[in-house]
């Protein structure tokens, strides 16, 4: 009943930007918490940052300065901009959100995975 798509990943040089979008689609009531992952090749997922249905943003120390978490809510859509890229942040990024949706006219609520997006950097 839900979707989570990641777009926006690429390859850039380093020093580069990009921005991740992260869009719900579906029988979406509202969304909690959003989250960005990556995922590196031989390493383990870790997250990148967070933000809360109020704004409230967290990031990994990695990245701090670097990327900025936000979100539209009246879309229904996350974005990580992604700036001063460097090679380490190469990886598949993916989004997690927690959702309250509709099911035959009862709200339910569950965690959703995007399909990941690749996002390499070099030159």
């Known amino acids: 009943q839900v979707q989570l798509v990641e777009s926006g990943g690429g390859l850039v040089q380093p020093g580069g930007s990009l921005r991740l979008s992260c869009a719900a689609s579906g029988s979406v009531f509202s969304i909690y918490d959003m989250e960005w992952y990556r995922q590196a090749p031989g390493k383990q997922r870790e997250l990148v940052a967070s933000i809360t249905s109020a704004g409230s943003r967290n990031y990994a120390d990695s990245v701090k300065g670097r990327f900025t978490i936000s979100r539209d809510n009246a879309k229904n859509t996350g974005y990580l901009q992604m700036n001063s890229l460097k090679p380490e942040d190469t990886a598949v990024y993916y989004c997690?959100?927690?959702?309250?949706?509709?099911?035959?006219?009862?709200?339910?609520?569950?965690?959703?995975w995007g399909q990941g997006t690749q996002v390499t950097v070099s030159s």
């Open positions: 997690n959100a927690l959702i309250k949706y509709t099911d035959n006219s009862r709200r339910r609520t569950s965690m959703y």
